[in-house]
């Protein structure tokens, strides 16, 4: 069998390796755009801030594993073309400009997804060419680039306040960069947390003194070829100031890499990304595909979302791979969207909807929130910690939880991850016995308590 993978990251490179542990005799192939074997996207923002020592620690895998699996590894290589009919993929070597026809009986595309650039003004130099100073981030090489212009007491402006943009921000910080945060929404977060669980984030980034300008645009960087200020614009009022800026970073999300699938005649489903079923087939037989370029059904609403977390990008990866190389397996019924970060001494998790997502959805939830300490009370270094729990206003259903603090939110959002997919409802979850000791956790967890609030709300219905 012959398996070719187009994508060597998260889900490409996990691809690879299930279908090697599915069928020990596959020819498999992955064609990778980057010059860099797989590698963790997500600890860019910690190479640049110097927590990891170099960018190239952040390799998973070298190139001498994929050899020792007998996995051809094509690095700097792109696919042009697929011909889903002769099962034939047509790649280019960057490097040398030769092409070759590689053929397969199973393709999984793992294609990724680019940054979006919005419409600023004076963003490039010309067509394809970024001006000097600005930039878009989510590889090794884009990481470098900025590292390069970040030198301490310069002045950056990162556009967009959301899990990245604020990782960043605080890389850049650390840095000793002079750092502005500038959002479109009228708070920090919303693809992560509901508006009022955002404020509460805001609360502790705030004590970092970091300038931010929630409910504002870019609309022009100037500078004849590198940045020197940025214009920003209040959407309410038009009203219309400029920033000193050595660097902007445009965080404003990504879009999906589908053109080649497309191509193939894969289907995309409503959020413009490749639909696939449990078993990450796309709708083109011997072709299924993984990760960024995908979307997945939402675990609670059935609503079909984009996917673009690494923990899901490496699951699809696993049953792709597996069922590329004749094996059996399926993915759970949706995704939870299980999600953490941290930054400026802000810790923050979520899973599930957010309340808004769920009354776009027609649920209505009951909600939960309750205000506690990591430690009980009579001991010191308690730091307070505020959990939201959403539930289906018929059963109690648990449907999402949020959790802002300065520490120790991981693994509570963990709890209400395994709540969700065992269809816990408010009651059962308020019974947990969670552990107890004076100076590691207090006697009732903020998580069960958030549950009692919303039980009372209920029965008061």
Known sequence: MRIVVVGGMAAGATAAQ????????????????????????????????????????????????????????????????IDSSTRTVTACDLRGGSEGVIPYDSLVLATGASPWMPPIEGAYVEPGTLKEGVHLIRTIADAKRLSGNAWRDSRAVIVGGGLIGME????????????????????????????????????????????????????????????????????ASGHRME????????????????????????ALGTTGQIKVNSRCETSVPGIWAAGDCTEYVDIITGAPVAVGMGTVATRQGRTAGTNAAGGRSELPPGILGTRVTMAFGMHLAGVGPTESQLRKAG????????????????????????????????????????????????????????AILAKMTLEQFSKLETAYAPPIAPTLDAITLACDVALMKMRRR
């Open 243 to 266: 920033l000193p800026a050595d660097i902007v970073l445009i965080s404003t999300g990504t879009r999906a890499n589908t053109e080649i699938a497309v191509k193939a005649g894969c």
């Open 18 to 81: 299930f279908a090697r542990k599915t069928d020990r005799k596959a020819e498999i192939t992955i064609i990778g755009k980057e010059p860099h074997p797989i590698y963790s996207k997500c600890g860019l923002p910690y190479a640049l801030q110097g927590r990891i020592p170099t960018f190239e620690r952040l390799v998973e895998f070298d190139e001498h594993w994929f050899r020792q699996f007998h996995i051809d590894l094509r690095l700097g290589t792109e696919v042009m073309s």
């Open 168 to 235: 960043f921000a605080e890389a850049l910080t650390v840095r000793g960069v002079h750092v502005t945060i500038v959002e479109l929404q009228p708070e920090l977060l919303l693809a992560s947390l509901d508006e009022d669980m955002a404020q509460a984030a805001r609360q502790i980034i705030e004590k970092s003194r970091i300038p931010i300008y929630t409910g504002h645009l870019a609309v022009r960087i100037n500078g004849e070829r590198r940045s020197e200020s940025i214009v920003i614009e209040e959407a």
């Open 363 to 418: 649920i209505e939830p009951v909600v939960g929130r309750f205000v506690g300490s990591t430690l009980p009370d009579y001991i010191p270094g308690g730091q307070e910690i505020t959990v939201k729990v959403l539930a289906h206003p018929d059963n109690g259903r648990i449907l999402g939880a949020q959790i802002v603090g300065t520490s120790r939110v991981h693994q509570r959002i963990n709890a209400f991850a395994v």
